[in-house]
Protein backbone atom coordinates (compact mmCIF):
# COMPACT_ATOMS: atom_id res chain seq x y z
CA UNK A 1 0.00 0.00 0.00
CA UNK A 2 0.93 3.61 -0.60
CA UNK A 3 0.28 6.75 0.81
CA UNK A 4 -2.09 9.06 -0.83
CA UNK A 5 0.85 11.50 -1.36
CA UNK A 6 2.36 9.21 -3.64
CA UNK A 7 -0.64 8.99 -6.66
CA UNK A 8 -0.04 11.56 -9.32
CA UNK A 9 -2.40 14.25 -10.40
CA UNK A 10 -5.24 12.46 -12.93
CA UNK A 11 -4.88 9.22 -11.31
CA UNK A 12 -7.87 7.61 -9.39
CA UNK A 13 -7.00 5.35 -6.22
CA UNK A 14 -9.55 3.15 -3.84
CA UNK A 15 -8.60 3.94 -0.35
CA UNK A 16 -7.71 1.04 1.19
CA UNK A 17 -6.47 1.96 4.58
CA UNK A 18 -6.28 5.06 6.52
CA UNK A 19 -3.94 5.93 9.79
CA UNK A 20 -3.73 8.19 12.78
CA UNK A 21 -5.60 8.68 15.77
CA UNK A 22 -9.68 8.09 16.22
CA UNK A 23 -9.80 12.14 15.92
CA UNK A 24 -8.16 12.34 12.65
CA UNK A 25 -10.12 8.99 11.45
CA UNK A 26 -12.75 9.91 12.36
CA UNK A 27 -12.04 13.35 10.42
CA UNK A 28 -11.44 11.89 7.42
CA UNK A 29 -14.62 9.86 7.27
CA UNK A 30 -16.74 12.98 7.40
CA UNK A 31 -15.20 14.43 4.63
CA UNK A 32 -16.02 11.17 2.89
CA UNK A 33 -12.66 9.42 2.95
CA UNK A 34 -14.02 6.02 3.79
CA UNK A 35 -12.47 2.33 3.09
CA UNK A 36 -12.77 1.14 -0.71
CA UNK A 37 -14.03 4.75 -1.93
CA UNK A 38 -12.39 6.33 -5.23
CA UNK A 39 -10.24 9.13 -5.04
CA UNK A 40 -9.14 10.71 -7.87
CA UNK A 41 -5.87 13.54 -7.63
CA UNK A 42 -7.17 16.90 -9.29
CA UNK A 43 -3.46 18.48 -8.44
CA UNK A 44 -0.83 18.73 -6.29
CA UNK A 45 1.72 21.58 -5.59
CA UNK A 46 4.54 21.18 -3.48
CA UNK A 47 2.79 17.57 -1.31
CA UNK A 48 -0.09 19.07 -1.48
CA UNK A 49 -3.30 17.85 -2.81
CA UNK A 50 -6.56 18.58 -4.07
CA UNK A 51 -8.75 15.68 -4.33
CA UNK A 52 -12.21 14.75 -5.64
CA UNK A 53 -13.84 12.41 -3.45
CA UNK A 54 -17.59 11.44 -3.71
CA UNK A 55 -18.87 14.66 -5.31
CA UNK A 56 -17.00 17.18 -3.34
CA UNK A 57 -13.18 18.51 -3.81
CA UNK A 58 -10.96 18.25 -0.98
CA UNK A 59 -7.22 20.16 -0.33
CA UNK A 60 -5.18 18.00 1.88
CA UNK A 61 -1.54 18.84 3.22
CA UNK A 62 1.07 15.88 2.97
CA UNK A 63 0.96 14.90 6.41
CA UNK A 64 -3.01 14.20 6.15
CA UNK A 65 -2.76 12.49 2.39
CA UNK A 66 0.26 10.48 3.98
CA UNK A 67 -2.17 8.84 6.47
CA UNK A 68 -4.50 7.29 3.66
CA UNK A 69 -3.46 4.39 1.92
CA UNK A 70 -4.36 3.23 -1.31
CA UNK A 71 -3.41 -0.50 -3.04
Do not use: C, W, Y
Amino acid sequence: MLPLAMAQPGETVTIKKIVGKDETRQHLAELGFVLDTDVTIVSELAGNLIVQVKDSRVGLDTAMANRILFG
